[in-house]
């Protein structure tokens, strides 16, 4: 038998609930359009962590109901609910299992752990809208907060040199390769940390942020100590209404706002 967690909660605290979730030997997860199923063993269910969840990200408040439900097929559910999708009819981002036709520049095989970074995000879409736009070709690259590699995947794909990449959760990383692995792109080096574990002399031409507001606003140094002269950051991650104090902290460190995507009030813009 299975815990199945019925939690509301605001979309910018999705993915940090599920990472921490995950490390609760939570199984399978099912985004909803406000808020998010959690699956767990019923002998691992435990509810004095999910209530100690809701105290230290008081910021981010959410209520739940508990239900038990009979064990899932978890492959075939995630392949029903997970769709192909198109970015700027240039971009196919699809899984192993699917079968699409028509061709595509640009053609990215996603096989996800706890449906992150497969493009359904509006933040993942408006981040391939701008790489898409980006002159690339022969570019260091780093994706910062990598997910499942997509955003990495791109950049290769559109003719980057050097593409590294990193995210803080250990499963992260082992998804993000093995879907390097999957894209045939062997040269993208993946790591588990943070941009402070990055080399402090290291410089990028482009940096790939989608990480939430408080943490870019926390690193913005970070990222302006690593963008070599006339590069390019973009990040995502955040609403219309954070764009101004975020262009304010750029600006306390060299940057320069450059331009903005938003799709359903998240955003994606571009610094230099």
Known sequence: MMHRLTIN?????????????????????????????AYV????????????LQERYAEFP??????????????????????????????????????ID??????????????FGTGHHETTTLMIEHILELDVVGKEVLDAGCGTGILAILAYKRGAGKVQGFDIEEW??????????LNDCPSIEIWQG??????????????????????????????AQHLRKGGTILLSGFYEQDVEDLC?????????????????????????
């Open 248 to 272: 304010a902290c750029a600006a306390e460190f060299g940057l320069t706002y450059l331009g903005k995507k938003t799709k359903n009030n998240w955003v994606a813009m571009r610094l230099a």
């Open 194 to 223: 943070t941009i402070e574990s990055t080399l402090p002399t290291a410089q990028y031409d482009l940096l790939i942020i989608n990480i939430q507001r408080n943490v870019l606003l926390a690193e913005m140094s970070l990222y």
């Open 102 to 115: 028509k061709q595509y520049p640009y053609e990215i095989l996603i096989n996800p752990k706890m449906s």
């Open 172 to 181: 992260a990383v082992t998804n993000a390769q093995e879907n390097i692995a």
């Open 41 to 52: 063993p019923s002998e691992l269910y435990n509810e004095e962590a999910i209530d100690e």
């Open 9 to 37: 909660n605001t979309s910018d605290f999705t993915e940090i609930l599920m990472a921490e979730l995950s490390e609760l030997d939570y199984e399978a997860f099912e985004e909803l359009e406000e808020g998010l199923l």
């Open 62 to 99: 959410f209520t739940y109901e508990v239900e038990v439900v009979e064990q899932q097929n978890w492959n075939a559910l995630w392949e029903s609910n997970y769709e192909p999708v198109v970015v700027a009819d240039s971009c196919l981002i699809k899984s192993s299992f699917h079968q």
